[in-house]
């Protein structure tokens, strides 16, 4: 009978340093990120790494005080902005050998509460919160507990750092691109917002205030039209069928987010209507699905990938020097058109 074999031997950063003829100092420095490690040497230990698989050992990194871990919270795993914002994030802090851990917050406080609780209690060495809809009082305690990025929320703290677009002026994007091609009745789907505490920092109530502001700017403050909502397909649907409804329908329809443009173009489709002939429609966040042929959805792109890779070096920065001052970003945004928008005929 054959005996089984022994366990493979866990391979080790002296391992590592054999195969990439370098000493364990610098691959310490390359897994680190740390300052010193020239990127010849760094390709020369991500390729010894790669090569015999070499995983940092999390419990012995925990002992020393890191993990190499980083959570990330995700308001909505089914928004595909999102995963633009985690694989641009992932991108960065995978070459700074890390491990990402990823956790849903259901868009509630109290899901965020047990998510971001969860992380502070594994011992993670810095979180990325995308969108969060907890208090300020707990986002700050979060930071205090570990480094902490915020992405899409404009709200400013000494305690963490951020990453947002530039909503007030994504908004007008859109208001002015529809404008320019013959609208006035245009629409707008928000998610609605009702925590006037948060009202200011939610980047779904920074874009309605830039619909109206930029609807006014153009002289066009009675056909200001807002269906309150959700940001998901669902709220896109029902916030058209709402639309719809009106005594006078609209010929153009912001759609918030582009998930929610999926649902309002379900609804248009279904009230026998058609796009962009009978109402145009556009999005915001440009994700992939914005320019599939068949979809061909203008939206507003906000460089989700972009933000994400900014959050993951904002992260990294506070965890190299905690005592830093706080570090808040701004992308600007631009517009891609598409199919779904078109002059205003008639």
Do not use: W
Not at 36 to 43: K, L, T, V, Y
Not at 189 to 203: C, G, K, N, S, V
């Amino acid at each position: 009978m054959r005996k089984p074999s022994a366990r493979t031997r866990r391979v080790t950063i002296v391992d590592v340093a054999q195969h990439a003829e370098v000493s364990t100092t610098a691959v310490s420095k390359v897994l680190r990120n740390a300052y010193g490690a020239s990127p010849e040497m760094q390709a020369k230990v991500r390729k010894a790494i790669a090569e015999l698989g070499y995983r940092p050992h999390a419990a012995a990194r925990g002992m020393r005080g890191q993990t190499y871990t980083i959570g990330v919270m995700l308001p909505n795993i089914r928004n595909p902005f999102f995963a633009d914002v985690l694989d641009g994030a992932t991108e960065v802090l995978e070459a700074a050998g890390y491990q990402v851990l990823m956790g849903p917050g259901c868009n509630g406080e109290a899901e965020e509460a047990r998510v971001t609780e969860t992380m502070i209690d594994h011992s993670m060495d810095g979180v990325i919160l995308i969108a969060p809809v907890s208090s300020r009082r707990h986002l700050e305690h979060v930071a205090a507990a570990v480094p902490t990025v915020m992405v899409g929320r404009h709200g400013r703290s000494s305690s963490y750092d951020s990453v947002a677009d530039d909503d007030l002026s994504g908004a007008a994007l859109v208001v002015n691109h529809l404008a320019d091609l013959g609208h006035r009745r245009i629409a707008h789907i928000e998610h609605l917002e009702t925590d006037p505490d948060r009202l200011a920092e939610m980047p779904n109530a920074v874009r309605a205030d830039g619909y109206r502001q930029a609807m006014r700017a153009r002289r066009l403050d009675e056909y200001i039209d807002v269906a309150s909502t959700s940001y998901t397909q669902e709220g896109g649907y029902l916030g058209t069928q709402q639309l719809l409804d009106r005594l006078h329908r609209p010929t153009a329809i912001f759609a918030g987010a582009d998930i929610v443009a999926m649902g309002a173009l379900q609804a248009i489709a279904e009230a026998g209507l058609s796009v962009p002939d009978d109402v145009a429609v556009a999005g915001y966040d440009n994700t992939m699905f914005a320019g599939f042929a068949p979809v061909s959805l203008t939206s507003v792109d906000q460089g989700g990938r972009q933000m994400g890779r900014n959050a993951a070096r904002l992260v990294l920065e506070r965890i190299a020097d905690p005592s830093r001052p706080a570090s808040h970003m701004k992308l600007a945004p631009t517009l891609v058109p598409r199919r779904t928008t078109a002059v205003l005929s008639g």
